[in-house]
């Protein structure tokens, strides 16, 4: 009696298994429809929510968008730096030039040698015959150098292209992180990798904000998959190739949001997005550090109690692999997240992170940080 129910139990979970992957390829032949999406309830706040007009105000004119591509014209000047808005900043402190390259959300450039004094905004990229030809905004831009090169990592997006559906919850346009390359830090960087059309990551995937990791002379993307297609959105990585043209692995997970104390489930904690609302967890923004004493740290961000922050964990292990202890409390919070650590030319560590006032623009900031011990400890304000 019990073998053939042991057998019995066998043939239903092949039927269901061959019965699911006939579906699969099935439904990868089938054209993809756009699913009904459920809209936010109204005067609700969140991320790319209309802005709150207080009585009396009027309400800030739109920004016009210009392209990061070095092919639009654009005006160059010379502005301080609490006078720009950006969204998830990150500063390349580039020893061969003593300049500092501020780039975020929108792609385009700054340079300054003092912190205090930024030009731009610059173009970055050339895209021209490519699939991200035409694309006029790009999400969570960063500079690395690497092995002498220079690299830019920043998520494009796609809005013609339907790639995946959610049901009743989100329509996936291709997303993807690119890697482009320059032998300069203020560009022009180009897709390196021969296929105009290449994606580093799966073509269904809504992939955001990778960044560039090095560990033992192996380059890695760590990236996110985003919580909009995931609900508890993902930290993962894949190796690249030694010129970072391409991957050369399968994804790997790290961790899910939840695994963090920090982040708060978006709909229970009133936050809602694009309109919409999603149930569901946030990660975003990864950024890898060592501490003086060798401890690898990762700083990423969600949403919590105090609306957008940072969060930080630690691996248990020394390397990438983890496991991934997360930290009880966030490192910052109050609005402020998508972080990043760079060493001034006089050696004094800064985090640059982004801060918003309500619903007001995203400015960025700077913050003392001591890596001396196992763990960061946060400063003050730094007023450059």
């Known amino acids: 009696m019990k073998n053939s129910l042991s057998i019995s139990l066998a043939v239903i979970g092949l039927i269901t298994l061959v019965a699911f992957s006939g579906y699969a390829q099935t439904s990868e ?5 756009p699913t009904v999406t459920i809209p936010a309830p109204p005067g609700t706040k969140g991320f790319g929510m209309p802005q709150t007009v207080k009585p009396g105000t009027t309400p800030a004119p739109r920004r016009i968008r210009i392209s990061a591509s070095v092919i639009e014209q654009r005006e160059i000047k010379t502005i301080l730096f609490d006078s720009i808005s950006m969204s998830d900043p990150y500063i390349l402190a580039d020893e ?3 300049t500092y ?4 959300s929108g792609g385009c450039i700054y340079k300054s040698t003092d912190l205090k004094n930024w030009t731009g905004p610059y173009g970055a990229y050339d895209t021209r015959g490519t699939w991200m030809e035409g694309i006029n905004f ?7 150098k690497v092995n002498g090169k220079y690299y830019y990592a920043a998520s494009f997006g796609d809005r013609k292209e339907l790639v995946d559906v959610v049901p009743r919850r989100y329509n996936i ?4 992180t690119m890697i482009l390359e320059s032998d300069k830090a203020e560009g022009p960087f180009k897709l390196k990798n021969t296929d105009p059309n290449y994606d580093y990551l799966p073509h269904n995937l809504d992939i955001i904000d990778g960044t560039i990791y090095n560990e033992n002379g192996q380059s890695y993307m760590v990236f996110v998959n985003e919580w909009m297609q995931t609900v508890d959105g993902t930290m993962e990585y894949v190796k690249l190739s030694p010129d970072l043209s391409k991957t050369i692995s399968d994804p ?6 939840t695994e963090s104390p920090c982040p708060l489930e978006m709909v229970g904690n009133g936050e809602m997005t694009y309109g919409l609302k999603l149930p569901g967890w946030v990660t975003d923004g990864p950024e890898l550090f060592r501490t003086k004493t060798g401890k690898l740290g990762m700083l990423w961000a969600s949403w919590g109690a105090k609306r957008y922050l940072e969060c930080v964990a630690y691996s248990q292990s020394g390397t990438i692999d983890g496991p991934w202890i997360q930290e009880e ?13 760079f060493r001034t030319f006089s050696g004094k560590l800064l985090l640059c992170i982004h801060h918003a ?28």
């Open 29 to 33: 032949k089938k054209q993809l429809v």
């Open 329 to 341: 409390k966030p490192f910052v919070d109050n609005n402020t997240g998508h972080g990043m650590l």
């Open 173 to 176: 346009y291709r997303h993807q």
């Open 357 to 384: 006032e309500g619903d007001g623009p995203r400015k960025p900031q700077f913050w003392e940080v001591d890596d001396a011990g196992d763990k960061l400890v946060l400063g003050k304000r730094f007023i450059p």
């Open 101 to 104: 390259y501020l780039t975020g």
């Open 96 to 98: 061969a030039t003593k």
């Open 138 to 144: 790009v999400a969570a831009a960063e500079i690395h």
């Open 252 to 257: 790997v997970m790290l961790f899910r949001a």
